[in-house]
């Protein structure tokens, strides 16, 4: 698996995606290279302007029952489009493992986003970093299961 993937590249993003989400989807979840020894989830999401349904892998968090993924987009200056649509429509499902779940995105904002991120920081550090290298804010988006 590739790790010098452009991610400001639509096509490079989308072939990478593709893999990484058959490979998941193949072995009940689990994927190797870069994303080996974290947890990931597959993200559904639907368009904002298409209308399209549209799956992005994640790496994602826990803290009991409660799940959580980052918009980092890398240190991007802007926030991956994900973001966005699950702004317009925040029901939706994720795949765990082999497991679809129904779940709606809340944003965490204020100081306990801050909470978060540094927990979230703490365990994965390349998100402090990706916080570094830009001006705004990384959301932190809670998915509570429905």
Same mark, same amino acid.
């Given at each position: 698996?590739t790790?010098?993937i452009? +991610?400001?590249?639509?096509?490079?993003?989308?072939? $990478? =995606?593709?893999?990484?989400?058959?490979? $998941? #989807?193949? =072995?009940?979840?689990?994927?190797?290279?870069?994303?080996e020894e974290?947890?990931? %989830? %597959?993200?559904?999401?639907?368009?904002l302007?298409?209308?399209?349904?549209r799956v992005? +892998?994640?790496?994602?968090?826990t803290d009991?029952? #409660?799940?959580?993924?980052?918009?980092?987009?890398?240190?991007?200056?802007?926030?991956p489009?994900?973001?966005? =649509?699950l702004?317009?429509? +925040?029901r939706?499902?994720?795949?765990?493992?082999p497991?679809?779940?129904?779940?709606t995105?809340?944003?965490?904002?204020?100081?306990?986003?801050?909470?978060?991120?540094?927990?979230?920081?703490?365990?994965? +550090?390349m $998100?402090?970093d990706?916080?570094?290298?830009?001006? #705004?804010?990384?959301?932190?988006?809670? %998915?509570?299961?429905?």
């Open positions: 698996m790790t010098s452009d +991610p400001t590249d639509p096509t490079d993003m989308a072939a $990478f =995606n593709k893999n990484v989400i058959d490979e $998941f #989807r193949t =072995n009940d979840g689990k994927v190797d290279g870069v994303f974290g947890t990931m %989830l %597959l993200l559904h999401h639907v368009g302007k298409s209308g399209i349904e992005n +892998p994640l790496g994602y968090f009991g029952d #409660r799940i959580f993924v980052v918009a980092s987009f890398g240190g991007s200056d802007v926030s489009a994900w973001y966005y =649509n702004l317009a429509n +925040p939706t499902t994720v795949e765990i493992g497991e679809t779940i129904a779940v995105a809340r944003e965490v904002t204020g100081a306990e986003r801050d909470e978060r991120f540094a927990k979230i920081a703490e365990t994965m +550090p $998100f402090a990706y916080q570094r290298k830009t001006t #705004r804010v990384i959301p932190v988006i809670e %998915l509570v299961r429905d």
